[in-house]
């Protein structure tokens, strides 16, 4: 199972409202992101994902996608595919 990990602005899409997740989903709130503080959820809906990327976060390097609104396209957050140990 992935992990979902999903900026701080959900469980709606504040744009159109569409639910992509519940709040009895999130498994972690304290995971560090780049940019910020992001919620982790063990699976969403309603969502689509975008091309995957592999982003330096502070803990390492992420193969991530973002993952956008599949209702209004709007940018959500990102799904944390893998992670690869630090050399
Ligand atoms: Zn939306």
Request: net charge negative; proline share 2%.
């Amino acid at each position: 199972m992935a992990d979902w990990m999903i900026g701080p602005r959900l469980c709606n899409c504040y744009k159109c409202g569409n639910m992509v997740c519940r709040h009895d989903d999130i498994i972690s709130k304290i995971f560090q992101a780049s940019h910020g503080r992001a919620f982790l959820f063990t699976h969403v809906q309603n969502v689509v994902d975008g091309p995957e990327e592999d982003r330096q976060l502070i803990t390492g390097v992420h193969t991530l996608t973002d993952v956008y609104c599949s209702d209004c396209g709007e940018l959500l957050g990102w799904r944390y595919i893998k992670a690869y140990e630090e050399l």
